[in-house]
């Protein structure tokens, strides 16, 4: 069983930047595809971005391409989101997951077993 914790959601202008972190315990990430996800109000839970479990390969949601950065660092058994340029349409509840048995796609959450409590993030305009 893995518990992940998330951290670093808050209040942030258009165009600032946030550095999510989904820290695990219980099990080490290290070898786990992992992803990002966001829900926001009335929304259904969608993809942002999603990392190999050794971090050699990287998958981004369109909306979020060349302006969020997922990384690792299987040491500190953490996994990050740096989200930068950021836009009122971000806002959302954001959440980290681990790989389940019925990992297919990234994009799937289906796939996931393992999610953490969420973190909010708020964009202003």
């Known amino acids: 069983q893995v518990q992940l914790l998330e951290s670093g959601g808050g209040l942030v202008q258009t165009g600032g930047s946030l550095r999510l972190s989904c820290t695990a315990s219980?099990?080490?990430?290290?070898?786990?595809?992992m992803g990002w996800f966001r829900q926001a109000p009335g929304k259904e839970r969608e993809f942002v971005a999603g990392?190999?479990?050794?971090?050699?390969?990287?998958y981004y949601a369109d909306s979020v391409k060349g302006r969020f950065t997922i990384s690792r660092d299987n040491a500190k058994n953490t996994v990050y989101l740096q989200m930068t340029s950021l836009k009122p349409e971000d806002t959302a509840v954001y959440y980290c997951?681990?790989?389940?048995?019925?990992?297919?796609?990234?994009?799937?959450?289906?796939?996931?077993?393992?999610w953490g409590q969420g973190t909010q993030v708020f964009v202003s305009s």
């Open positions: 990392i190999s479990g050794y971090a050699g390969s990287t």
């Open positions: 219980g099990r080490t990430l290290s070898g786990v595809r």
């Open positions: 997951a681990a790989e389940g048995k019925r990992f297919t796609v990234y994009s799937d959450y289906a796939g996931y077993d393992y």
